[in-house]
Structures are given as C-alpha cells and as structure tokens.
C-alpha cells in the first residue's frame, strides 16, 4: 500500500516529468534541424520513456487521489477549465499519433515519419507544457 505523503507528492512528480518530456521534444527538434540523428533519436526515446512515467504516476495518484477540485474564482476559472479541456483532448488524441510516429521512425520510413512528426510535435509539446500549467494553477496557485 502506497502512503497517504508519498500519493500527496505525486502531482509535483508530475509536472517535473511534463516539464522534462517538454524539453526532451524540444531538444531533439533542434538536434534533428542540426541533423544529429543518434542525439535526436535519444531525445524523442527519452521523452517517451519520461511520458510513459508520468501516465503511470498520473493514473497511480488520481486511483488513489481521485480529482482535485479547482479553487480559482472569477475570469481565472473558464481560463483554468479551456486549458484543461484542451490539454485532456489532446492528451488523448496524441498518444496514436506518438505511437504512429515511433513506429514509422523504428521501421526506417522517415519520409512517412517527417510528415507525422510535424504534427505530433506541436501536440505533444502543448500537451507537456499544458500540463505544468494546470499543476500550477491547481497546486501552487489557487491550492485547496
């Protein structure tokens, strides 16, 4: 059984690892415009690999957790629940589309992967940055 202080420290732990998977896209786009492909490669792995993390952190707190109601008032609250909206659809719909990416860039079809890649990029890094920003909003400024 998991600690009622170790399940509490959890949602920090998450928005360590968005923020981690944030730079590791961002490191590995500039690697590959620099035609680094092994450090690219390490990037985009790493930040799946951090990804994956944070899912089971994530789904571990909120098991054990459940939801944490936002506090904010006034013209911060619809701001707070558009981001969320947009974070949590797009949380979904990137995870075929990293799935897609890796498998083309694995089976060595870079032209098809480029072309997925432009995509997923954008998406993920929204989704990571996104989800330090609810943490923030939810944590650190209008805590509960």
């Known amino acids: 059984m998991l600690s009622p202080e170790f399940i509490s420290y959890l949602p920090h732990v998450n928005a360590?690892?968005?923020?981690?998977?944030?730079?590791?896209?961002?490191t590995g786009y500039r690697f590959i415009r620099a035609r680094n492909i092994a450090a690219h490669r390490a990037c985009q792995i790493a930040a799946l690999g951090v990804s994956l993390l944070f899912l089971a952190s994530y789904l571990t707190y909120h098991f054990h957790h459940g939801a944490t109601r936002f506090q904010g008032t006034g013209i911060v609250r619809p701001i707070y629940f558009?981001?969320?909206?947009?974070?949590?659809?797009?949380?979904?719909v990137i995870v075929p589309l990293v799935v897609l990416t890796f498998y083309r860039a694995f089976r060595n079809d870079f032209s098809r992967h480029r072309r997925i890649a432009r995509i997923t990029l954008p998406l993920w890094l929204?989704?990571?940055?996104?989800?330090?920003?609810?943490?923030?909003?939810?944590?650190?400024?209008?805590?509960s």
């Not at 360590?16 to 961002?26: K, R």
């Not at 929204?126 to 805590?143: A, F, K």
């Open 16 to 26: 360590c690892l968005n923020g981690t998977s944030f730079l590791l896209l961002l």
């Open 126 to 143: 929204y989704v990571s940055i996104t989800g330090v920003i609810v943490y923030l909003m939810l944590y650190q400024i209008y805590p």
């Open 82 to 92: 558009t981001i969320l909206l947009s974070h949590t659809i797009l949380a979904i």
